[in-house]
């Protein structure tokens, strides 16, 4: 059931009771665009009040550079920071939007201290696979780049949920084949996934020949909710701001958490449940609403 919307105080007050019931240790502020919120630094700064592990934020960059002192003084050191093109041309071709803003923050963010990570969506004839243009794609680039700067790379593919289930079926690349894409010009070793984890992760190094590698080692993440599903390792759920929880992206509904008593919220068993990826038709489920 979908209810009102909450104000801050009341979501706040919403996920205090759940961080305490739940014996939740780690929250990631996500959207959508958090930054665009207008109260967005007075929840960080209620949030940096509770007893926690780990304190993050997922932004695309734009309006956060300004603002990254301030995450510091509330303790939320972990930032996501989505870059699906290195080409201006081609984050303009995804975004609309200039690319400096966001790799002007990704450079204070390092600078600063805070543990960036940042998120590339895999969009088949874009910034993977060869174009309309005939254009090599990014994938060496992006390996490059996160190496020379010290930032964990995640490669992500696309999911098909609200505005995507449009361009899926053309833009969708799959993680076999991303895999065949890197072994190209890397000796690839894979990893598990880590507990709780939604990434696996790839060891690269570079062939100098089919035969001989650079010694340097290299490592991408990869999030393949498709082609991979994680159901097993993963420990997230998601309030968003109307108080409806999921414990997964792809739950069509949620649970009404406000509608809830006292003893029903405290006693609520947080089941993750195994969700058929792909199955359902979730074109009303907007990301940005629930937290991607």
């Given at each position: 059931m979908l209810g009102p919307s909450l104000q801050t105080p009341e979501?706040?007050?919403?996920?205090?009771?759940?961080?305490?019931?739940?014996?939740?240790?780690?929250?990631?502020?996500?959207?959508?665009?958090?930054?665009?919120?207008?109260?967005w630094l007075e929840i960080i700064a209620a949030l940096s009040t509770l007893p926690?592990?780990?304190?993050a934020i997922t932004s695309n960059g734009f309006f956060l550079e300004k603002e990254l002192v301030t995450?510091?003084?509330?303790?939320?050191?972990?930032?996501?920071?989505?870059?699906?093109?290195?080409?201006?041309?081609k984050f303009f071709k995804i975004t609309a939007m200039?690319?400096?803003?966001?790799?002007?923050?990704?450079?204070?963010?390092?600078?600063?201290?805070?543990?960036?990570?940042?998120?590339?969506?895999?969009l088949a004839g874009i910034n993977?696979?060869?174009?309309?243009?005939?254009?090599?794609?990014e994938i060496d680039d992006f390996i490059e780049w996160g190496a020379k700067n010290q930032i964990e790379l995640r490669f992500l593919e696309l999911i098909e949920i609200g505005a995507a289930t449009k361009i899926f079926p053309t833009h969708h690349f799959g993680v076999e084949d991303l895999l065949q894409r890197i072994k190209i010009n890397w000796r690839v070793e894979e990893t598990v996934y880590p507990p709780t984890g939604t990434?696996?992760?790839?060891?690269?190094?570079?062939?100098?020949?089919?035969?001989?590698?650079?010694?340097?080692?290299?490592?991408?993440?990869i999030i393949a909710s498709r082609s991979r599903p994680f159901c097993a390792s993963c420990d997230r759920v998601r309030i968003d701001q109307n108080g409806i929880y999921r414990s997964c992206l792809m739950e069509k509904k949620g649970i009404y958490l406000p509608s809830l008593s006292e003893r029903e919220l405290s006693q609520l068993i947080v089941k993750k449940k195994k969700v058929n990826v792909g199955n359902d038709n979730l074109?009303?489920?907007?990301?940005?609403?629930?937290g991607g």
């Open positions: 979501l706040l007050k919403l996920v205090f009771k759940v961080v305490k019931y739940w014996g939740i240790k780690e929250i990631r502020v996500t959207g959508g665009e958090p930054t665009l919120r207008e109260d926690l592990k780990k304190l995450l510091k003084k509330f303790n939320c050191n972990h930032i996501n920071i989505s870059l699906d093109g290195l080409q201006a041309d200039d690319s400096a803003p966001v790799l002007s923050c990704i450079r204070r963010a390092k600078e600063l201290g805070f543990v960036v990570k940042v998120n590339t969506v895999l993977v696979g060869i174009n309309d243009n005939g254009d090599e794609d990434a696996f992760y790839l060891r690269l190094r570079k062939k100098r020949s089919d035969d001989d590698c650079d010694g340097r080692v290299y490592q991408v993440g074109e009303s489920n907007h990301m940005y609403e629930i």
